[in-house]
């Protein structure tokens, strides 16, 4: 079995919150271990994540172990960044054993193809102020010269309140199916330019939702919030949605 999860969002919220979500998501990595060839991360595992040379944010000891466990167990953990953490570097690669991606994957599981993003910074062609954004926060320089310049508490400090604010323009008491169909367009795109794509996954909607088409097959995770929807793939090739009570 392969697992996939996204938008867990460690950190979010105040001390009693965090370290709630973060007991719900260490309880579902020790669940799904039982059974899991794999588990793919697919962005925004923390609500706000940014690796200084020597130094990264404190907290979440209780998830940097279980990967660690699960790695060492011999399960390949995949952590694919999105927008709230695509400023990590190799420190889950080296202290957790957990593979860290930067782009997203187009990956052969069981005789399926599957495509797998975190989904922010996608079809956003007409969008030229957060086109704009994107660039910014994604530059290497603008990265270097912010990890020089900004000490650490300041970061995190900036940090926690832009991650806050970006994570409300996601709330699920405003989303609908509708606001997922710029992804939809986006997976329609990429299916018919590579026609063997079986499954595309996505995250960062936090709007858990199965879109079927005749010929494409679209899943979006939901966050954490509330109860926990990931995904899932058998050894017969079947994906489905799940849900954990939180």
């Given at each position: 079995m392969y697992y996939f999860a996204s938008d867990v969002h460690l950190g979010a919220g105040d001390e009693l919150t965090s370290r709630r979500t973060e007991r719900h998501f260490v309880e579902w990595l020790?669940?799904?271990?039982?059974?899991?060839?794999?588990?793919?991360?697919?962005?925004?595992i923390f609500?706000?994540?940014?690796?200084?040379?020597?130094?990264?944010?404190?907290?979440?000891?209780?998830?940097?172990?279980?990967?660690?466990e699960l790695t060492d167990q011999g399960i390949k953990i995949t952590f694919i960044t999105g927008n709230h953490d695509m400023w990590a570097k190799d420190y889950l690669q080296k202290e957790c054993g957990v593979e860290t991606l930067f782009t997203p994957q187009r990956i052969s599981l069981y005789g399926k193809e599957l495509f797998v993003a975190h989904g922010d910074n996608m079809n956003i062609g007409n969008k030229p102020i957060l086109r704009a954004m994107n660039a910014t926060f994604r530059s290497k320089i603008?990265?270097?010269?912010?990890?020089?310049?900004?000490?650490?508490?300041?970061?995190?400090?900036?940090?926690?309140?832009?991650?806050?604010?970006?994570?409300?323009?996601?709330?699920?008491?405003?989303?609908?199916p509708a606001s997922l169909n710029f992804l939809i367009d986006y997976a329609r795109d990429y299916q018919s330019a590579h026609p063997s794509t079986d499954y595309i996954i996505f995250g960062h909607m936090h709007l858990p939702y199965d879109h079927r088409e005749?010929?494409?097959?679209?899943?979006?995770?939901?966050?954490?919030?509330?109860?926990?929807?990931?995904?899932?793939?058998?050894?017969?090739?079947?994906?489905?949605?799940?849900?954990?009570?939180?």
């Open positions: 020790d669940r799904v271990k039982e059974d899991a060839e794999g588990i793919y991360l697919v962005g925004d609500d706000f994540w940014f690796e200084y040379k020597n130094v990264i944010p404190k907290g979440f000891a209780r998830t940097f172990g279980k990967l660690a603008v990265r270097t010269l912010f990890s020089w310049l900004v000490h650490p508490d300041l970061a995190l400090q900036f940090g926690k309140w832009w991650s806050g604010k970006s994570r409300k323009s996601h709330s699920m008491e405003t989303l609908t005749e010929q494409l097959r679209v899943l979006f995770m939901g966050c954490w919030e509330g109860d926990a929807t990931y995904a899932t793939l058998d050894k017969e090739g079947n994906i489905e949605l799940k849900t954990k009570a939180l």
